[in-house]
């Protein structure tokens, strides 16, 4: 039998009314004759409340016990969803990680998908189950400990069943129609695109476009698997939605495809480094060496031998971060004044492959903020996709006027 596999996210599984409404989904592919591998997220709002618990009782937690609770959420899903398919005759049953089980590394939190042993799934299916529920988002380390695949980490889930099965598609149904020009939450302008090609997609949803998650997107281009975003909400056909393909199949390439914005950043700043060989080195291998994902440097000039050294992380990073270095400080490896966290900024970034071939981007860019009197704060680039790093209040504003400059409302 053909396999397909969907992914439900949280606002889709969020009552019991919704989790019917996506059985019955499953129910009309299960009826064209494919066996189905449905993940589930957490209802909405769970994990939230999981990691809100974790972080109360202990605030620089042990990530194993972290992974323990956080995982939890999709359990619940899984087994409601198994329930619901049962009522309506359709064979199935739920998995949670360690079952598959999928294994990952042991990296608690963000961790990375190492296997997924596909025969006993298969055995069930041959068996005459029709559809696997699997928990999303969690699997087993080689340690035989719980691991989570870091926020959004369902769509990584879902992906790599996809590739795992060799599925005929991997649909993602969530609480918008597609993947849109930006946000459709913040921009009402912002627009459906019908493809969008894997490294653009892969640049949007690093820079904080949500919709997917980096990793889903990173695996779904390295094992061609066809992978499309739907609403869970609308009516189904088989155009619906945005389907993520290779760039040689979408027609026109815009220079610019996508605003994205990430909410969660913050800016630290070492004041004062003694400026020698080696100082980026003793100041970043703590930060890696404690999980913090550095994004944006930037090393002001020196003066007297004495430096600035600007860094963004995400927010909820900020202590652990703030622990690193002082420890190093404390051990002598680093020397700085003063270390000034910033958790007021967030990050905006246009993206689009037509960069590679057009200039001006990034003047436009900074114009249009400087029109708005919005300052920036540190600035990133690479092939594709100008960052920069901006007050958060007025994040709104400028992927709205981006949005409008860069002409996204307008059908390509
Ligand atoms: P799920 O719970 O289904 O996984 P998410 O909340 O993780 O859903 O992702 C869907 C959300 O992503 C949308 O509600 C939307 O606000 C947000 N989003 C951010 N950028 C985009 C974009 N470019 N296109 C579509 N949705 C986006
Ligand atoms: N429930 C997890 C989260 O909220 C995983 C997911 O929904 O993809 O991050
Ligand atoms: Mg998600």
């Known amino acids: 039998m053909p396999v397909l596999v969907m992914k439900f996210g949280g606002t889709s599984v969020a009552t019991l009314d919704r989790i019917r409404r996506a059985a019955k989904r499953v129910g009309v592919e299960v009826a064209k004759g494919y066996d189905v591998i449905v993940i589930v997220s957490a209802m909405s709002g769970e994990t939230n409340k999981l990691v ?14 972290y992974d323990a609770v956080v995982s939890s959420g999709e359990n619940v899903t899984a087994g409601l969803m198994a329930l619901t398919l049962q009522e309506m005759d359709v064979p199935a049953r739920s998995w949670q990680g360690w079952q598959v089980p999928l294994m990952t590394t042991s990296a608690h939190s963000s961790a990375r998908i190492v296997d997924i042993p596909t025969d006993n799934i298969n055995r069930k299916f041959g068996e005459g189950m ?7 988002f969690q ?72 919709v997917l998650q980096t990793r889903s997107v990173e695996l779904a281009m390295r094992y061609n698997v066809k992978l499309r975003v739907l609403s869970s909400f609308e009516e189904q056909s088989d155009e ?28 630290m700043t070492l004041i ?120 958060r209040k007025y994040m709104e504003l400028a992927v709205q006027s981006l949005h409008d400059a860069f002409d996204l409302d307008k059908a390509a």
């Open 130 to 136: 029709k559809v696997a529920v699997v928990a999303g």
């Open 272 to 391: 004062s480094v003694a400026d020698r060989p080696g100082i980026a080195a003793a100041i970043f291998t703590p930060l890696s060496e404690s999980g913090i994902n550095v994004d944006m440097i930037v090393q002001n000039i020196s003066e007297d031998g004495r430096t600035d050294m600007t860094f963004s992380c995400p927010t909820n990073q900020v202590a652990r971060a703030e622990e690193a270095l002082k420890k190093a400080k404390d051990a002598g490896h680093i020397n700085f004044h003063d270390l000034v966290a910033d958790t007021n900024v967030c990050k905006i970034s246009v993206v689009g492959i037509g960069m590679r071939s057009h200039t001006g981007v990034a003047a436009k860019m900074f114009k249009v903020l400087s029109d708005e009197g919005i300052n920036i704060k540190v600035i990133t680039t690479s092939e594709i996709k100008i960052s920069v790093l901006i007050d």
């Open 139 to 210: 699997g087993i380390s080689s340690e035989g400990r719980i691991t989570t695949l870091g926020r959004g980490g369902s769509d990584t889930t879902a992906v790599a069943f996809a590739a795992a099965f060799d599925a005929e598609r991997c649909d993602i149904y969530t609480d918008v129609d597609g993947v849109y020009t930006t946000d459709p939450r913040i921009c009402e302008k912002a627009r459906k695109l019908d493809k969008i090609a894997f490294e653009e997609m892969l640049e949007l949803a690093s820079l904080g476009a949500k």
């Open 52 to 65: 809100g618990f974790v972080e109360e009782t202990s605030p620089l937690f042990d990530a194993r016990e």
């Open 240 to 267: 619906a939605g945005t389907l993520v393909c290779d760039e040689e199949e979408i027609m026109e390439l815009n220079v610019v495809s996508g605003v994205a914005h990430s909410r969660d950043e913050a800016k």
